[in-house]
């Protein structure tokens, strides 16, 4: 078994961290509602994961944390949104907790890479212009999935696998199966959710083409 912990905040399903955890890594997915990322603390030695109530605890030392991947909510910095009003306050407040953490392991461990995602849209006005954009279709062939989507971070860029665009017809589904995107079957749990948590959760799913190769590039 490797020893190297991965800590996947916000993550979710943990579909990107996923290479990781199939490859005996020691992946921590840092979720709602068993840790909240808000609720983080920490000493000289040790990061210190709670939920809301603080009744769940999780402690995880600076040294043992080899890479952090990072998937704050999107809501408030998508395009999507058009003009409904937005909680830019709320939103960067998560996306603080999660670089704090970064800057934490790096500060007091040996962190070897990092990386946040979203899909583009207003963090770019926070964070700047991100190292890396990609559509789901560079590592997966005839995807519906086409979301551009930022990375910015410490990371070795992953390999692009796919090269050829999706046509028209592809891309036209994709728009017809975003508002009601099937859910895989590997996380077939989703169905259980209400429905709009159930599409927002698939919605947010990283792409597996994606994460595979983010994985063969930073291991």
């Known amino acids: 078994m490797n020893n190297k912990v ?18 005996g890594y020691d992946v921590r997915v840092v979720t709602l509602p068993d840790f909240d990322i808000l609720a983080t603390g920490h000493d000289d030695t040790f990061l210190i994961f709670r939920n809301a109530d603080r009744t769940n605890v999780m402690t995880i030392p600076f040294a043992d944390v080899y890479g952090i991947l990072a998937a704050p909510p999107c809501t408030e910095f998508s395009l999507a949104k058009g003009n ?7 939103g960067i407040k998560v996306v603080e907790a999660c670089l704090k953490i970064i ?6 461990g040996s962190l070897r890479f990092w990386a946040m995602e979203n899909p583009r849209g207003y ?39 796919n090269f050829k665009r999706p046509h028209q017809e592809i891309r036209t589904r994709h728009a017809v199966l975003f508002g009601n995107p099937p859910c895989p079957e590997e996380y077939e749990w989703l169905n259980k959710l209400p429905y709009a948590k159930r599409r927002a959760a698939i919605r947010a799913i990283t792409p597996r083409g994606f994460a595979e190769a983010f994985y063969r590039a930073n291991r």
């Open 84 to 90: 409904a009003s937005r909680d830019f306050q709320g």
């Open 6 to 23: 991965i800590l996947d905040l916000c993550g979710g399903t943990g579909a990107w961290s996923r290479p990781y955890r199939e490859a």
């Open 123 to 161: 963090l770019r006005q926070f964070l700047g212009r991100p190292q890396y954009t990609f559509e789901h279709w560079y590592f997966e062939q005839d995807t519906h999935f086409i979301k551009p989507t930022d990375l910015w971070g410490y990371y070795n860029p992953p390999k692009q696998t």
């Open 103 to 108: 800057w934490q392991c790096r500060i007091n």
